[in-house]
């Protein structure tokens, strides 16, 4: 009897460990090698391409089919794409109507023409820009199985992000180029159609061979294998490279964990190279001109200076190279590199390519689900360059004054969805953007006012230590943030976040008493807030009288921008209203004033100070 009882707990001690172990490895990332090879036809935009991809499921869970973006599919007549911006109220000004008036030669298609997983044909289907295909036999857990694939594309006129042709006269803006596979987490699958919003990507190695007409200068993700028999700015330094033999060049990139692969292309291209000391090398290519020479030249000083202030700021940089590239259609993300149009003033130009940098910390390596959680990527990214522009520039000036008072048009529009909407799903491309740019980046702006500034800064560098290359979601934020804090907030993800009730605090009254002063503040918006009062005295001296919620069970350290001290109670969120006592007599004050650092995203200024 004893030895069976002791054979059950071993048995219920093994069940308890799987599950566990399960729970443990609930978050999980599946992990992709692309093997690709592709023939560009510069005359008719038209490339031939085969695909080995490696596809290891590192998640519990059966797979029975997998599925394919096929980006190049949206830039058709009746495209999914082509009808939101058609039907939108307000489109976005580079496409509106211009994909259902592309001719079958200015349209872009990417079809799959053959696919097999290991050895074997699999049954697939083409429904706009996501191929579904069945397997014939299930990839099992902890398993990796090899597809290949043999496909073709058009390369569509430059309409959005990429294409050919642009405004500008660049020829190739090769982004979402291939059949790429979709992710699947702990969510499941991700195959959401292309609808002209965000992207989110399995990390992996590419190795990418292109074949080009040798006049061509190709620039953007990874490193290039084969330099000295290239050239076009890349060789070693008192290399020859060789004359090619026929009319097209075979450039060779390789690419460590990244989750996507971009390349651009012109034969009008200059290539320069800066490195730096820490073995990071920037390139440069665009097309020499009156509109563009200049002031790329000067851009060269700059990207080198925001790597090392982002690195320093958010996490080292994790790559050996950036490329900056002329091309897309305003300025757009990619692994190790960007699009940017060219033709700009420096000051553009230097904004422009810090943001697009910036995305490589939050979209190319930390890398939230951009769909479901596209302010973590672009308002991050916001709040990243903001601060780097300032830096740069030596701006003395509020660096996210341009992000509040986006945040507060977006509110007085009427027009405010919650951040958690779907970024695909939002009824206009303005609340969208508010949302997704300017709230999110109020939303780290004012964390710093909530926990203070120095306990942000350091969560920011632990959430990048702890979640790089893991795809972390709300919660693993908040969750940084509170371990470096010590106060809880989920509150603050539950009001800024999932809803859109706003911020609004005023000082209702303030009062002579028999013992000094009585000051009322009062809660009009409906998203609750701890509150900082500053009393500036008659003799120029300054108090300070802190508020915080209950419900984050602590305070914020005092910051030594703020003045003395002198009281601190907690407001719980269910009392409209607050009550404080001071010691100090009525006709000593000057101003209350609630928030003077207008770091708190007040909706209504005006009632936060009173003046005698």
Not at 139 to 162: C, D, H, K, W, Y
Not at 469 to 484: A, Q, S
Request: hydrophobic fraction near 35%.
């Amino acid at each position: 009897m004893a030895k069976y009882r002791f054979k059950s707990l071993l048995g219920l001690f093994f069940f308890m460990a799987i599950g566990l172990g399960y729970a443990q490895n609930g978050r999980f990332q599946q992990a992709v090698s692309y093997k690709m090879e592709v023939d560009m036809d510069v005359a008719t935009n038209r490339y031939q391409g085969t695909q080995v991809l490696a596809y290891t499921n590192n998640s519990p869970d059966t797979l029975t089919r997998v599925f394919y973006h096929l980006y190049y599919n949206a830039f058709q007549p009746g495209s999914m794409m082509d009808v939101r911006s058609r039907t939108i109220a307000d489109p976005d000004q580079r496409v509106k109507d211009r994909i259902s008036k592309l001719t079958p030669e200015e349209i872009g298609y990417l079809h799959t023409t053959r696919l097999t997983m290991n050895g074997k044909p699999v049954t697939y289907k083409e429904v706009g820009t996501i191929l579904e295909v069945e397997l014939a036999s299930p990839i099992l857990p902890n398993s990796t199985v090899n597809f290949e694939m043999a496909f073709e594309g058009q390369v569509p006129l430059q309409v959005r992000r990429s294409g050919r042709d642009s405004e500008e006269g660049v020829r190739y803006s090769m982004s979402q180029w291939y059949p790429k596979m979709a992710n699947y987490d702990e969510q499941g699958w991700h195959a959401n159609p292309y609808v002209a919003r965000e992207f989110y990507g399995i990390w992996g190695d590419f190795d990418v061979k292109i074949t080009i007409d040798k006049t061509y200068t190709l620039g953007g993700t990874g490193y290039l294998q084969n330099p000295n028999q290239i050239g076009h700015g890349y060789q070693d330094d008192g290399v020859k490279v060789p004359e090619p033999k026929g009319k097209t060049l075979t450039w060779h990139f390789v690419a460590p964990q990244v989750h996507d692969f971009m390349w651009a292309a012109d034969n009008k291209y200059k290539h320069d190279k800066v490195q730096m000391a820490n073995g990071i090398t920037v390139h440069h290519f665009y097309i020499p001109g009156e509109k563009t020479t200049e002031n790329w030249e000067k851009l060269k000083e700059f990207t080198p200076k925001a790597i090392d202030f982002l690195s320093k700021n958010f996490g080292q940089y994790p790559y050996k190279q950036f490329s900056v590239v002329q091309g897309g259609d305003g300025g757009m993300e990619y692994a190790m590199s960007t699009l940017i149009t060219g033709e700009r003033s420096l000051s553009s130009l230097v904004g422009v390519m810090v943001h697009e940098l910036a995305h490589s910390w939050f979209h190319g390596v930390l890398a939230s689900n951009e769909s479901l959680y596209p302010w973590m990527d672009e308002g991050f990214t916001s709040y990243a360059s903001n601060l780097a522009m300032a830096s740069i520039f030596q701006v003395s000036a509020t660096p996210h004054r341009g992000s509040y008072g986006g945040y507060f048009r977006l509110v007085k529009s009427g027009l405010e969805e919650p951040m958690s909407t779907h970024a695909d799903h939002y009824q206009t491309n303005s609340a969208y953007g508010a949302a997704a740019y300017s709230k999110g980046a109020v939303f780290l702006a004012q964390l710093g006012y909530v926990i203070g500034e120095e306990a942000r800064d350091r969560g920011m560098l632990r959430y990048w230590n702890t979640w790089k290359f893991k795809h972390p979601n709300v919660n693993d934020l908040i969750r940084v943030m509170e371990k470096e804090s010590g106060l809880e907030l989920d509150w603050y993800k539950e009001y800024f976040v999932n809803s859109t009730k706003t911020i609004d605090y005023g000082v209702k009254e303030v009062k002579a008493t028999e013992d000094g002063t009585s000051i009322t503040l009062e809660r009009v918006g409906g998203m609750p807030m701890p509150v900082d009062v500053v009393i500036t005295y008659k003799d120029g001296t300054k108090e300070s009288v802190y508020l915080p919620l209950e419900m984050m069970r602590g305070e914020k350290k005092a910051e030594s921008t703020t003045p003395k001290l002198v009281l601190s109670q907690d407001w719980s969120w269910t009392h409209p209203t607050h009550t404080i006592s001071l010691k100090r007599s009525l006709d000593t004050i000057k101003s209350v004033e609630i928030d003077p650092s207008k770091r708190m995203a007040d909706v209504q200024a005006e009632n936060n100070k009173v003046e005698f």
